[in-house]
């Protein structure tokens, strides 16, 4: 397994900033960004075409879901409450479509909390919500993934059982269509699209949660609508960030649900394993990168079940 020199860095706030290459380690800066109106974990977070980061759904502890969502400005570095969504949402999916709205699709609500099959979308001119038809299968913790052509890649997740189904979200039906199946069953998991068109499936856990956490992922191919076998990651991790986002040319970032923190090269189909270590695996934060290259982690918890209204930046 290579390693990738990394540097972390700490202060008394909380705050964390990573700065990684695969050359030489740079320290880079960290400040502090406006807490969240409302603590929340298992929230989406969704980068819009004018730079706000719309953050949606959530949790305040178990059973306590929210219909609330707010805008993230980095012009002034603050948050502000809008609309509500059409139902209450722990743990959904949020993905920008190529027009500018929102899709958001399943997670859990006080009469599903083993998941729901609705989706609706978010119209980012109107800051308003609409329900549209309903997913195949009902899903918590699964991920959405924006393709090359413009559709939704929908993978895994909860329902009655944490499953191996795909389907795809087509905007100009406004409908979803089942694809090809993942070669292991898995939620909680991440996933990233690849220079390529692919689709990195990553970590995750099966049945067994906690104690099923997984290193395994996939790839992929929107051309064939099949999944394959992908490089091991150096750590099982479950419960991360729904995107693992991009940090350099065909680089994916791995980080949460573990110390250890992972770009994956697609270049060479590895893993590269950080040489620092975070403090602690921070559970279903949000993680946004934004039009300036910087990542907004926000909210998420450590190996408990109280919410943090807490953000961080990272800067590259």
Not at 53 to 81: C, H, W
Not at 211 to 240: I, W
């Amino acid at each position: 397994m290579k390693h990738l020199d990394l540097t972390v860095v700490a202060i008394a706030s909380g705050l964390v900033t990573i700065a990684a290459t695969s050359v030489a380690p740079t320290a880079g800066t960290v400040s502090a960004a406006a807490p969240m109106l409302e603590p929340r974990s298992g929230h989406s977070a969704t980068l819009l075409p004018d730079g706000k980061v719309l953050i949606a759904g959530g949790m305040r502890r178990n059973q306590d879901f929210y219909r609330s969502a707010e805008l993230y400005d980095p012009g002034t570095g603050k948050f502000r409450l809008i609309g509500k969504m059409t139902v209450r949402r722990g743990r959904p999916s949020a993905t920008l479509l190529s027009n500018g709205d929102v899709l958001i699709t399943g997670g859990a609500d006080h009469d599903a909390p083993g998941g729901i099959a609705s989706a609706e979308l978010f119209h980012a001119d109107s800051l308003k919500f609409e329900a549209v038809a309903p997913m195949h299968f009902a899903r918590i913790a699964h991920t959405a993934t924006l393709l090359n052509d413009g559709r939704v890649l929908i993978v895994g997740g909860r329902g009655e059982s944490v499953n191996a189904s795909a389907e795809i979200y087509d905007p100009k039906t406004r409908k979803f269509t089942i694809t090809g199946s993942l070669l292991t069953a898995r939620y909680k998991h991440t996933a990233g699209l690849l220079p390529d068109g692919r689709v990195l499936i990553a970590g995750g856990s099966n049945e067994r949660d906690w104690n099923g956490a997984l290193n395994s992922t996939e790839l992929y191919d929107p051309r064939s609508g099949r999944f394959s076998a992908g490089a091991s990651l150096a750590d099982s991790r479950f419960k991360l960030p729904e995107d693992a986002a991009p940090v350099g040319t065909g680089e994916l970032l791995i980080a949460g649900g573990s110390k250890q923190v992972e770009v994956y090269d697609s270049h060479s189909g590895r893993f590269l394993v950080a040489s620092g270590q975070l403090s602690g695996p921070w559970h279903f934060m949000s993680e946004t990168r934004l039009k300036d290259g910087r990542v907004l982690l926000a909210g998420g918890y450590p190996n408990d079940d109280r919410a943090t209204a807490e953000t961080w930046i990272y800067r590259p």
